[in-house]
C-alpha cells in the first residue's frame, strides 16, 4: 500500500474491491463496488450526475455518470444517462477515462493522517468478499435511499457495502471520508477558538492542522460511536436510508443519546490535545 497514492492496475483488482476514480481536476472522486467480470455497482444521484449539490454549480464541477453521451451509448451497458440510484456499469464507463485506485481498510491511524486528502482509507475493518457482493448486488436491485452530497453519497454506499456500518443519528456527516474532510478543513480554518491562542504564522498552521487531523480521526467510521451494523435486508426493508435512521433514532433514544455524549467527549479531547499543542508553537 502507497502513502502517497493507491493507484492500482486492473490486473490487480479483486471482486469486492471498493474503489474510485477522481474526477474534475481532483476534486472530488467516485466510488464503487467492483464485483468481477469487468462490472462496477455504484450509487448515483441522478440525472445523469455521479455526485452533486442540486444547484446550477453542478453544471460546471461534477462530471456525468457514464463516459458515453445518450447519442453514444456503451455498446456493453447501454444509455446510463438517465439512470440513477444503484447502477451497475462497465469499468470502463466508472472510470470515465480517469485512473483507478483502491480504497484501503484497517488501517493504522498513522497512516490515516499521512493520506491528508479524505476518501482514500478508513481505520475500520472490511467483511469478506462474499458478504460485499451480496450487499451491493441486493442494493442495485433495492436501492440504497434518497442521495444527499453529505450523508449518504456514492462513498458511503461503498463503505456500507464493505463493512455493513450504518450512521444511527442524524446530526453528523455520513460514512464518507471526503464529505468529513472537507468540514474537517472549514472547521480548522474558521470554527475554532484556537486559532486565537497563538499569533505567529507557523503556530497558526500548526493548530489548523492539528485541528484537521483530529477532526478527520474522530470522524471516520472506524473510530466514530455512533454506528451500527445493520444487515442490509433489514436497512432496505424501509422505504429509505433516512427512514432507518429516523426508525432507529425513535427506538433507540438512550442509544443515540449516549452516541452523542461519546461524540461530545471525543470532541472534547480534540480540543484539549490541540490545547496542548498550542503552547509548543507559539
Known amino acids: 500500500m502507497g502513502v502517497l497514492s493507491n493507484k492500482i492496475s486492473r490486473e490487480e483488482l479483486k471482486p469486492g474491491d471498493h474503489i474510485y476514480s477522481w474526477r474534475t481536476a481532483y476534486i472530488y472522486a467516485h466510488h464503487g463496488i467492483y464485483i468481477g467480470e469487468e462490472k462496477v455497482i455504484h450509487f448515483t444521484r441522478g440525472a445523469g450526475l455521479e455526485i452533486g449539490t442540486g444547484t446550477v454549480l453542478d453544471r460546471y464541477i461534477f462530471s456525468s455518470s457514464p463516459s458515453h453521451s445518450s447519442h453514444n451509448p456503451c455498446l456493453r451497458c447501454g444509455d446510463q444517462s438517465r439512470l440513477d440510484g444503484v447502477i451497475s456499469s462497465c469499468i470502463d464507463c466508472f472510470l470515465a477515462d480517469g485512473d483507478l485506485y483502491l480504497f484501503h481498510y484497517s488501517i493504522s491511524p498513522a497512516i490515516f493522517l499521512a493520506k491528508a486528502r479524505g476518501g482514500t482509507c478508513t481505520l475500520a475493518a472490511a467483511d469478506p468478499p462474499a458478504d460485499v457482493i451480496h450487499r451491493a448486488s441486493f442494493l442495485l436491485h433495492n436501492g440504497f435511499g434518497v442521495y444527499h452530497i453529505f450523508r449518504n453519497n456514492c462513498e458511503d454506499f461503498a463503505i456500507y457495502c464493505k463493512t455493513g456500518l450504518l450512521v444511527n443519528t442524524s446530526i453528523s456527516v455520513?460514512?464518507?471520508?471526503?464529505?468529513?474532510?472537507?468540514?474537517?478543513?472549514?472547521?480548522?480554518?474558521?470554527?475554532?477558538?484556537l486559532r486565537f491562542l497563538t499569533t505567529s504564522f507557523s503556530g497558526l498552521a500548526a493548530v489548523g492542522c492539528a485541528m484537521y487531523c483530529v477532526s478527520r480521526i474522530v470522524s471516520d467510521i472506524g473510530v466514530r460511536r455512533d454506528v451500527t451494523k445493520v444487515p442490509v435486508e433489514t436497512l432496505v426493508a424501509g422505504s429509505s436510508i433516512g427512514e432507518y435512521s429516523a426508525t432507529a433514532t425513535g427506538n433507540e433514544g438512550s442509544a443515540t443519546e449516549t452516541a452523542t455524549t461519546e461524540m461530545d467527549k471525543e470532541d472534547s479531547s480534540a480540543t484539549h490535545l490541540v490545547n496542548k499543542l498550542a503552547p509548543v508553537v507559539s
Not at 455520513?174 to 472547521?187: D, E, I, K, P
Open 174 to 193: 455520513g460514512r464518507s471520508g471526503q464529505a468529513a474532510s472537507f468540514l474537517a478543513a472549514a472547521s480548522a480554518v474558521v470554527s475554532s477558538p
